[in-house]
């Protein structure tokens, strides 16, 4: 069994904090190539196209002519690291 989503807010959390503490915002602004911070990318649906690129004769298939598929994506964790240890945050809500 796995406890998804356990450590997800702790490593966002330190990847904030580590990245506020290394870099100034000119820095942050100024690094074109630099990856994302890590994040959760919201759920959405997203456009997939299949099949072949190109014909027998290595011209392009037009993408209208090939197959398209919708697909539901859920929430996605973007560059969050799993194999550090993170202590576990539980947020106790109110029962009303």
Do not use: C
């Not at 990245?19 to 820095?27: A, F, I, V």
């Not at 942050?28 to 190109?54: D, E, N, Q, V």
């Amino acid at each position: 069994m796995w406890d998804v989503g356990v450590r997800i807010g702790a490593a966002l959390k330190q990847a904030y904090l580590s990245e506020s503490k290394s870099t100034t915002t000119e820095e942050r602004l100024s690094s074109s190539h630099k990856p994302h911070r890590p994040h959760i990318r919201k759920a959405h649906w997203h456009g997939f196209r299949s099949g072949k690129m190109k014909d027998e004769n290595g011209n392009l298939i037009p993408a209208d002519k090939r197959k398209f598929e919708l697909k539901w994506l859920p929430p996605i964790a973007v560059n969050v690291e799993y194999d550090i240890e993170l202590p576990v945050v539980i947020h106790k809500a109110k029962v009303h």
